[in-house]
């Protein structure tokens, strides 16, 4: 019986009793397919056809003169793009791999171990999520500057490395592992870092994922440190670069800001659609919780 209702719902093969629900989800997929092809075709279009009214969803004359401008424009200033790209991916590898093991380590330890102030320390991670960039800007400035890492490397990874919307979610997957499956392994001789990588990490493999994610799209889209913690340009990011085209004349600028644009957007298009398979089990696993 349960074999019948499960071909009922996922069916191996295409039967007319999904016609409905393809009738529902086709128009909806288009709708939000839109964006993502109007701003490809953006960094496309030549720039009689950016300021063209009404404006076109598709291009139809395609140059790749927004993208030569865009690298010219950064040559210019002694500092070449692809140095602000390198820097990214330095910034955001690192701050990355550094979170995943902050959060893993975190979660296991709220989740499994006992202590005094376990509660309160929870809770300010709760209170955490409420907290937007700007309300905490200053706190940070201080600590950056008082630490020592004003215009360094880890000015960009510090501010960076703990997300509390990451722990929540790694933390849930964590709880729904057993206590007995810990205790045997401790039985077993195992220290708390063999249980970490044996059996802690393969079974929140999809949380890690989705921190993993969310993590690379605050980090890439982040601007706040090069403003504010880094002077020297060398070491500033490209999504400074980008949001920098365009200060002072917006409309000659269109173009260079289209490609930029697109540009900054197809890493986080291509790691969530690498990893959108465990994202979903994750929010699937958090309803349910």
Request: one cysteine or more; proline letters at 5%; hydrophobic letters at 55%.
């Given at each position: 019986?349960?074999?019948?209702?499960g071909?009922?719902?996922?069916?191996?093969?295409?039967?007319?009793?999904?016609?409905?629900?393809?009738?529902?989800?086709?128009?909806?997929?288009?709708?939000m397919?839109?964006?993502?092809?109007f701003?490809?075709?953006?960094?496309?279009?030549?720039?009689?056809?950016?300021?063209?009214?009404?404006?076109?969803?598709?291009?139809?004359?395609?140059?790749l003169?927004?993208?030569?401008?865009l690298?010219?424009?950064?040559?210019?200033?002694?500092?070449?793009?692809?140095?602000?790209?390198?820097?990214?991916?330095?910034?955001?590898?690192?701050?990355?791999?550094?979170?995943?093991?902050?959060?893993?380590?975190?979660a296991?330890?709220?989740s499994?171990?006992?202590?005094?102030?376990?509660?309160?320390?929870w809770?300010?991670?709760?209170?955490?999520?409420?907290f937007?960039?700007?309300?905490?800007?200053?706190?940070?400035?201080?600590?950056?500057?008082?630490?020592?890492?004003?215009?360094?490397?880890?000015?960009?990874?510090?501010?960076?490395?703990?997300?509390?919307?990451?722990?929540?979610?790694?933390?849930?997957?964590?709880?729904?592992?057993?206590?007995?499956?810990?205790?045997?392994?401790?039985?077993?001789?195992?220290?708390?870092?063999?249980?970490?990588?044996?059996?802690?990490?393969?079974?929140t493999?999809?949380?890690?994922?989705?921190?993993?994610?969310?993590?690379?799209?605050?980090?890439?889209?982040?601007?706040?440190?090069?403003?504010?913690?880094?002077?020297?340009?060398?070491?500033?990011?490209?999504?400074?670069?980008?949001?920098?085209?365009?200060?002072?004349?917006?409309?000659?600028?269109?173009?260079?800001?289209?490609?930029?644009?697109?540009?900054?957007?197809?890493?986080?298009?291509?790691?969530?659609?690498?990893?959108?398979?465990?994202?979903?089990?994750?929010?699937?696993?958090?309803?349910?919780?």
């Open positions: 019986m349960a074999n019948f209702q071909n009922r719902i996922n069916p191996s093969r295409f039967s007319r009793g999904q016609i409905k629900f393809h009738a529902i989800a086709f128009p909806l997929s288009i709708f397919i839109l964006p993502v092809v701003l490809v075709c953006n960094a496309f279009k030549p720039l009689g056809e950016l300021f063209k009214f009404p404006p076109s969803l598709i291009v139809y004359n395609p140059t003169d927004n993208f030569k401008n690298m010219n424009l950064a040559g210019s200033t002694g500092i070449p793009m692809s140095r602000y790209f390198l820097n990214s991916m330095i910034v955001t590898v690192l701050t990355v791999l550094l979170n995943l093991a902050f959060t893993i380590m975190a296991y330890v709220f499994k171990k006992k202590f005094k102030i376990k509660g309160a320390l809770e300010i991670n709760q209170m955490a999520l409420m937007v960039v700007t309300a905490v800007a200053i706190p940070r400035y201080l600590i950056i500057v008082n630490i020592g890492a004003y215009n360094t490397w880890a000015a960009h990874v510090l501010p960076l490395v703990a997300m509390p919307v990451g722990l929540f979610l790694v933390k849930q997957f964590v709880d729904g592992i057993p206590d007995a499956l810990i205790e045997a392994a401790v039985v077993d001789g195992a220290g708390d870092f063999v249980i970490l990588r044996k059996v802690i990490i393969p079974l493999k999809p949380a890690l994922a989705t921190s993993v994610v969310l993590t690379f799209q605050q980090v890439w889209n982040n601007i706040e440190t090069s403003n504010n913690y880094i002077t020297n340009e060398a070491l500033r990011t490209l999504t400074y670069y980008v949001n920098s085209v365009g200060v002072n004349n917006v409309v000659a600028a269109a173009g260079l800001m289209a490609a930029a644009n697109l540009i900054l957007f197809v890493p986080n298009l291509v790691i969530f659609i690498a990893m959108q398979s465990k994202v979903m089990n994750t929010m699937s696993h958090s309803g349910i919780k």
